[in-house]
């Protein structure tokens, strides 16, 4: 039998062992455990269309700190990240669980090993759950009964959406977005992180050809359709930047690096 027909021990039942898969593809890139020959093939095609990949990946997960740095310091106690990712290093719920040990954390993803591997590490955290569900179907989250239990929509929330929206089918991203500003309290802040051409890195149609022949389909947004995603929520400085210019670091890391093709943003519900 070949390593590629064994199905390892921690690929739960209902994951598909014959497809490449998202989540596996960037556990690949972040140096975790969780991935298959399936999903290196098409992260190793990746990297030849866009060899900044990995540089992109690593400061998207420095801003996800930054992002829980900043909202522990507004005071915010909620967290809802969604398309979160098989957890590696550097988690939200451990950021800011470090602050405040009772701040809620629910991570939520499509991807049946992100989920598998969250209710392990989870495992007697009675604030932070790892949830199955579908971004583009922002009712059946809202609804969901884990969610309302952990989350109050009447308190401010931080609303994570990070490295995830440019794999969703174009036109389902505006409407989903909106429905989930609209269930935030004021107070509530909203994070995103999005694949863009405007930038001027590597060329981006190498990367989106090899994921949208992969997964079916692929988008890159313009400044402009990134800043409609945060609807009339105000933008905090430094407003929509390349990823390490967000609140970067004090040594001005973004402009050493180059562009790394990744709008982020975050914004405060008034
Ligand atoms: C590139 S990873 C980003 C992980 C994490 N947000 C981060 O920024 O480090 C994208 C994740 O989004 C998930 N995803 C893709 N489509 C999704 C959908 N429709 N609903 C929820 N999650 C989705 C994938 O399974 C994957 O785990």
Known sequence: MSMETVRPEWLPADADAERP????MY????????HMEVDREVARAAVAAAPGIKLLIWQNRKFLKRVARYAVE???DQYLDLGSGIPARGNLHSA??????????VYLDIDPVAVARGEELLAGNEYAV???GDITAPETILAEPKVRGLLDFDRPVALLLLNVLHFLPFDSVEPAVARLRDALAPGSLLA????TADLGGDDPTGITNVYAGA???MAMRTYDQVAALFGDFDLVT????DLPDWRGEPSGIGSQIGPVNCYAGAAIKR
């Not at 995103?192 to 694949?195: A, L, W």
């Not at 430094?238 to 930047?241: L, M, W």
């Open 21 to 24: 898969s998202i989540a596996r």
């Open 27 to 34: 556990d690949f890139f972040l140096g975790g455990t969780r």
């Open 74 to 76: 507004l005071g915010i």
């Open 96 to 105: 800011v669980q470090a602050v405040n040990p009772q701040a809620r954390v």
């Open 130 to 132: 790892a949830l199955r």
């Open 192 to 195: 995103i992180s999005h694949g």
């Open 215 to 217: 997964f079916g389909h």
């Open 238 to 241: 430094p407003g929509i930047v």
